[in-house]
C-alpha cells in the first residue's frame, strides 16, 4: 500500500523514481542512476531523464555518439550529401556505420539491415562479408578483436534485431565498447577470454566482429 502510494505521488508530482529502485551505482562519466539491462549484466542503462534526443554524449576518433531517448525512437534516416545510408536517428546502427564513414571512408555494399544482420551466419568460420564489405571473425575463433571492430550481438527474444558498437580498447582481459541507442551508457565492457588460440568475449550473444 504505501508503494502504491509513492509511486503515485511520484507520478502526480513528476519526482524521479530512480532514487527508490533496489539496484543502484553512480555512473561517474555522465552522472546518471544505471541498471543491469538484463541479469546477465552485457549491458547497463541510464534511466531516461530531460536529456535532448541528438545530444552529443560521447565520441570515438572525432565520431560522436548522441542520445536516442527511449531505445525504439527514430529521428528519420541520417544519408550522407553523397546519398550513402547510414540508418534511422540514433539507433545503434546508424553510429557504426557513420564510424566507418567517417573514419575509415567506408561504404558498405548493402547499406541496409538491422544489427544482427551486419553479420553473415552462412559464412562459417573467418571470411569476406560482401555485403558490409568487411572482413568477418567469429566469436570463439583465432582473430583477437582490435579496437575499431565493429561488433554484432544476435538477436534474442527479447530483442530480434541485436545490437551493435565499436570496440573502442582492448585488453588482456577485456573489450571496451561504444555504442549508441543504450540510454545514456555510451560504454560497456566485457570479459575477454583465451584459450590457446581462440579468443572468445564473454557473452552468448556476441555473434563476432567485423573489420576492415
Not at 575477454?192 to 579468443?199: I, K, S, V
Request: with cysteine; hydrophobic share 30%.
Amino acid at each position: 500500500m504505501r508503494l502504491l502510494f509513492l509511486m503515485i505521488f511520484c507520478s502526480v508530482f513528476h519526482c524521479n523514481l530512480d532514487g527508490y529502485l533496489p539496484v543502484l551505482k553512480k555512473d561517474k562519466k555522465n552522472t546518471a542512476t544505471t541498471v543491469n539491462k538484463s541479469k546477465k549484466g552485457r549491458k547497463s542503462i541510464d534511466f531516461y531523464d530531460n536529456t535532448k534526443v541528438g545530444t552529443i554524449m560521447d565520441q570515438l576518433d572525432g565520431v560522436e555518439v548522441y542520445f536516442n531517448g527511449p531505445i525504439s525512437n527514430v529521428n528519420g534516416r541520417n544519408v550522407t550529401s553523397d546519398g550513402y545510408n547510414l540508418g534511422l536517428k540514433y539507433q545503434c546502427v546508424e553510429f557504426v556505420k557513420r564510424y566507418y564513414y567517417e573514419h575509415y571512408n567506408h561504404k558498405m555494399p548493402n547499406s541496409y539491415g538491422h544489427a544482427t544482420e551486419l553479420y553473415n551466419y552462412n559464412l562459417k568460420g573467418h571470411g569476406y562479408n560482401r555485403d558490409r564489405g568487411l572482413y568477418q571473425h567469429p566469436n570463439g575463433g583465432v582473430v583477437k578483436p582490435q579496437k575499431g571492430d565493429l561488433l554484432v550481438f544476435k538477436g534474442n527474444s527479447d530483442n530480434p534485431f541485436g545490437h551493435v558498437g565499436i570496440i573502442s580498447q582492448v585488453g588482456t582481459d577485456f573489450v571496451e565498447l561504444i555504442q549508441q541507442n543504450v540510454a545514456k551508457s555510451t560504454r560497456a565492457t566485457y570479459r575477454l577470454q583465451n584459450y590457446g588460440d581462440y579468443y572468445n568475449i564473454a557473452d552468448q550473444d556476441v555473434a563476432g566482429w567485423l573489420r576492415k
